[in-house]
């Protein structure tokens, strides 16, 4: 093996880079007021239009075009630029809140001496900004911009450090120091030097809740049928089919779409787990054969590499833009490989299903400040049920961290705010510095840096119900930006578009109004999708089917191999001498877990490998 040093290229295919002309840079000249294409290449689906008042640039797809244009004269045979130009002058900067789609699009308002750059909402398409001199850059690609005179390759120090403690207070940030992220159902405005950003769509709108009625919810097959015809819209597909509800949805519409236009019916790409608490092959297969499907399955350890999952996912995080999250990544991009051997164009899987199916564990706390004990008792038997983990951990994290303790928390938080505001600041800077791990950076001022950065994004305390205040803000999370991000990134290297049905903005507007005892319906959770699907392929046991989930196989994983990839890597030198860690403090933190004694530490080690392969080749 090499190590990620040594490596050239990702060992996954070469990286396709700004350097292979496959991306777009665009600049905005504020004393001037023109946005200008620094550079494009052909293909790259962005388009450009406008006249000296107005010029846009759009690279993605544009869902509601036609519903659009019938509301703008002489729009109807406009390309999907043209036609946001004309949509911009007739509805200036509330034109963000009526599109529907996956893009990144800026509009250059010369009469206003301003730009406007919006992200669709739920994050398909990246757009990333730089200041160099007196441009503002944009792009889909951290390398582009990085490739681009005047924006330097300077690591953002706090944010790497908050990487390790998985805390990231700052969502516009990348971690790059000159670099900054749209975040998702975001614009941002600049006039002159003035920067103001702003989301612009959320799925609950603030204030007292307008529940979906019974009507509404019998749409989900409709929204639902709607978004994965939206995908499918965009080229052949194959579906990553795990045997789940949510993937399994995802085909059944997409099978039904394609039977009804006469398409061939979309490639199930299936993998099989050695680990038998998360080999779904018979569902698998029982689904294909119900739906029409033709199936391939791909044993995991081949396509996970020859050198282990881990190894090959230190080596693929070496040549990425940021740092990878999901580790199994690498077998995901084998399997997509054979999609496209099939002749597929597009990749459709289950994601955002489990957010948007189901009522979250903030639940617990909604129902305990008012006095439901039946619906708790209700609600907690139908999470057991549905997901497979012990009893104890179920208690413990449901009814206890997320019930009880984060509403008693809350409380006794909004008391002190309001009572006794310096203790409650005091209390929250504490929580801050416990937070912060002896082994995050001996140099006192990043250290200072980061407690006060953790300060002050702690969670405040709310009125209201956690569970709504959640559904709120869950969207918001930079989690989910990065990980839409690294989709978009896994798809650019496979040539390939990688596609959510469930992120759809008017799926997810109805799934976070419909009412979690409607989602929970029958005694099981996610029950619009279920009932859909056990009506369908009654023999694939969907009515009674639990989540599987991955977390002991991802923690025998990392224990098994951790101890090989952490001396490849040599420890954390690149870290260390980036000042992000105390270097003994910390091999003596990951000590149990490199031994295989402490199973619990895996996510934090496998956090620490990620960064460090990553960081041994970016700076």
Known sequence: MTTPRAAAAPPLGRARTSADGVDWVAAWHPAAARLQLVRSSA?????????????????????????????????????????????????????????????????????????????????GYPLF?????????????????LDQPGVARTPNLPGLAEHLLHQWTAPDETYYATIWRLRPGHWLRITGAERHSRRYWQPLAAGPVAWASEDEVAGFDGLMQQAVARCVAQGRPAIWLSGGIDSATVAMHASDLARQSGEPPPSALCLDFPDLTLNEETVQRQVAACLGLPRELVPFDHAAGADGLLWESLQLTAGWPAPLWGMFTPAYYHLSQRGRRHGCTIILTG?????????????????????EWTRLAHYFSVFHRSYKARLRYNVYNILWVYGLRGLLGNQAARWLRDTVPTVYAANRRNRALRLTA?????????????????????PQAVRGSLYLQQARHELQAPLL????????????????????????????????RTRPERLQRGGWSKAPAREALNRRCPQAGFATQAKVGALHFFQRTIVR?????????????????????????????????LAGADPRGAY????????EAWAQTHF
């Not at 519903?67 to 002058?89: F, K, N, S, V, W």
């Not at 989709?487 to 040539?495: A, C, K, M, P, V």
């Not at 934090?604 to 960064?611: G, I, K, P």
């Open 43 to 123: 293909d790259v689906p962005q388009q450009a239009a406008g006249s000296d008042d107005v010029r846009v640039l759009f690279d993605g797809v544009l869902y509601n075009g036609p519903e659009l244009a019938a509301q703008l004269p002489g729009a109807a045979e406009a390309d999907p630029a043209t036609l946001l130009a004309l949509a911009y002058r007739r509805w200036g900067s509330d034109l963000p809140s009526r599109l529907r789609g996956v893009f990144a699009l800026l509009i250059a308002d010369r009469r206003q001496g301003r730009l406007l750059a919006v992200r669709d909402p739920l994050g």
């Open 438 to 458: 002896a082994w995050i950076t001996g140099d006192p001022p990043l250290r200072q840096a980061v407690v006060e950065r953790l300060t002050a994004r702690m």
């Open 129 to 145: 900004y730089a200041a160099a001199g007196d441009r503002v850059l944009f792009s889909t690609s951290l390398d582009a911009l």
């Open 351 to 371: 994601s955002g299903g489990d957010e948007a199916l189901s009522a979250g564990p903030h639940y617990a706390a909604h129902l305990m400040a008012a006095g």
């Open 481 to 512: 930006a990065m990980e839409a991000e690294e989709t978009f990134e896994l798809g650019r290297r496979l040539g390939m578009r990688l596609l959510q049905p469930f992120w759809d903005a008017d799926l997810l507007h109805l799934l976070y």
């Open 604 to 611: 934090q080690l496998w956090n620490v490998l990620r960064l």
């Open 561 to 593: 191999d951790a101890a090989a990839c952490w001396r490849q890597l040599g420890g954390t030198p690149a870290l260390a001498r980036l000042g992000v860690v105390d270097a003994p403090a910390l091999a003596a933190r990951l000590a149990p877990t």
